[in-house]
């Protein structure tokens, strides 16, 4: 029986994780971008977008757009070589696992606006899109690799 090599993992994780940010960077530039657009419109002077006085619809707003460009992206180039375990459980368990880490964003935002007050543009986006975007990315990756798109099942290979 042959061991699997322990530094192939390690570069096999290492370059998903490299591919996981690149996507992952994608989906924070449209959810970023899209965040602050219905919020403050093109941030002309005193412009307020379409949401401005709506913080926490504007982040969900974004991180749906965000998601769905994350998991073409996340399927197609990050974890293209694992196999599918129906096409319907993939996308729906990346859905949720989705929403649970936008509800790490959307409740750092929520902590930091209405319990701590702290409403002004740049208080907004550290507390969305720093504190929430490490905490639910960690947690995207994590949970992305173990349910959505696990590794194959590795049988011993006789010598």
């Known amino acids: 029986m042959r061991v699997p090599d322990a530094t192939g993992s ?3 994780a290492a370059a998903e ?5 690149t996507i992952g960077g994608l989906g924070f530039v449209i959810d970023v971008g899209m965040f602050n657009l219905l919020r403050y419109g093109w941030g002309l002077g005193d412009a307020q977008g379409l949401l401005y006085d709506k913080p926490l619809t504007a982040k969900v ?3 749906v757009l965000a998601t769905m460009v994350t998991y073409a992206g996340n399927r197609t180039w990050t974890w ?3 196999q599918r375990r129906g096409y319907l459980r993939e996308y729906v368990l990346f859905f ?3 929403g649970i880490a936008m509800a790490i ?3 750092t935002l929520a902590i930091s606006h209405y319990v701590l007050g702290l409403t002004s543009p ?3 986006n550290i507390s969305a899109n720093v504190v929430g975007l490490a905490l639910g990315t960690a947690f995207r990756f994590w949970s992305y690799r173990r ?3 696990p590794e194959h099942e590795r049988r011993p290979v006789p010598v």
């Open 10 to 12: 390690r570069l096999v």
């Open 122 to 124: 740049l208080a907004d």
């Open 105 to 107: 964003a959307v409740g």
């Open 80 to 82: 293209r070589d694992r």
């Open 17 to 21: 994780v490299g591919k996981f940010l």
């Open 96 to 98: 949720v696992l989705n």
């Open 147 to 149: 349910w959505v798109f």
């Open 61 to 63: 707003i974004s991180v």
